[in-house]
């Protein structure tokens, strides 16, 4: 496990991983050295950089409501308009609130290349587990049931879950109740759950916190929920942040949607170190950061 440290020069040194990852993708022609992809790596659009990452990616985004879905209250979809399969990932807002409390997500991991199932719950009162079916029936949905400019984007094998506060908690349900194997990582946001153990949980889980959470404090939840988790994770911590930093667009968080589904879902390694990048007191917001996976 990794946790903040006080070394200065975060630049420098994201400026040297992007030089070698640079020369691991492509080789060194003069020295003979040559770093094949992981195999199944899916390497589709721009190449990360600590400017773009925060942003949107290179492709271009469609979206469709979702009219009288079964299993969930509906939504909203996106997707990159080149044709494709794309892995897809499904994100569920919290207690008491609806997508459009957190509906930035949809088109800046879409942009990424993902189709996203921004959902409404069936009642803004769901709790935790009921949001986990949910999340699972979105991506029932997408695979099986939408309109054929979002079915035919999806690749059924590749899924993910996020979610905020209960639908953080929701996340974490949907990977312990999934018995397909095709969810394969998730990111809970400020996540609230009454079940504070997921040794269930074995695919890669990045959690993200504020540090001045008090719906969801990270002290009993977020951390207890990491230090359970027996696969690869991560957890990041926000300076100062309350328990509504999903509410408008955040750079950390996307910085670790992003950079963890690319490396999860796609197995794309140039991503590899921004999802191990949060462990130095050069970057602003982050007062802590924990990884077993780098």
Not at 19 to 48: F, H, K, M, N, R
Not at 87 to 101: F, K, N, Q
Request: hydrophobic share 35%; charged share 15%.
């Amino acid at each position: 496990m990794r946790s903040t440290s006080s070394r200065p020069g975060f630049l420098r040194r994201r400026a040297l991983q992007g030089l070698t990852s640079l020369l691991l993708a492509v080789g060194l022609s003069a020295g003979g050295v040559l770093t094949a992809a992981p195999a199944g790596a899916d390497e589709i659009g721009q190449a990360p950089t600590p400017a773009n990452i925060i942003g949107n990616g290179s492709f271009g985004v469609a979206s469709t409501g979702i009219g009288n879905p079964s299993g969930f209250g509906g939504g909203q979809a996106y997707y990159p308009t080149t044709p494709g399969t794309y892995p897809v990932i499904a994100v569920v807002p919290g207690y008491l609130s609806y997508w459009s409390s957190m509906s930035w997500i949809g088109p800046r991991l879409a942009s990424w290349g993902y189709v996203v199932v921004g959902i409404e719950t069936n009642t803004i009162y769901d709790q935790p587990a009921s949001r986990g079916t949910q999340l699972r029936s979105a991506l029932n949905w997408a695979v099986n049931s939408s309109p054929s400019a979002v079915r035919s984007r999806v690749d059924a094998n590749r899924q993910g879950v996020a979610g905020w506060s209960m639908g953080g908690g929701g996340s974490l349900e949907a990977l312990k109740a999934d018995t397909s194997g095709r969810i394969k990582a998730a990111v809970p946001i400020a996540p609230w759950n009454g079940d504070k153990s997921w040794p269930e949980v074995s695919e890669p889980v990045a959690i993200v916190g504020g540090q001045s959470d008090s719906v969801a404090p990270v002290g009993s939840h977020s951390i207890p929920f990491y230090n359970s988790l027996p696969g690869q994770k991560a957890y990041v911590e926000l300076s100062g942040a309350d328990h509504f930093f999903v509410n408008r667009d955040n750079a950390h968080l996307s910085w670790m949607l992003v950079s963890w589904f690319k490396r999860y879902l796609n197995n794309d390694a140039r991503f590899t170190s921004y999802t191990c990048g949060f462990d130095d007191a050069g970057v602003p917001g982050v007062s802590s950061f924990r990884t077993n996976a780098c």
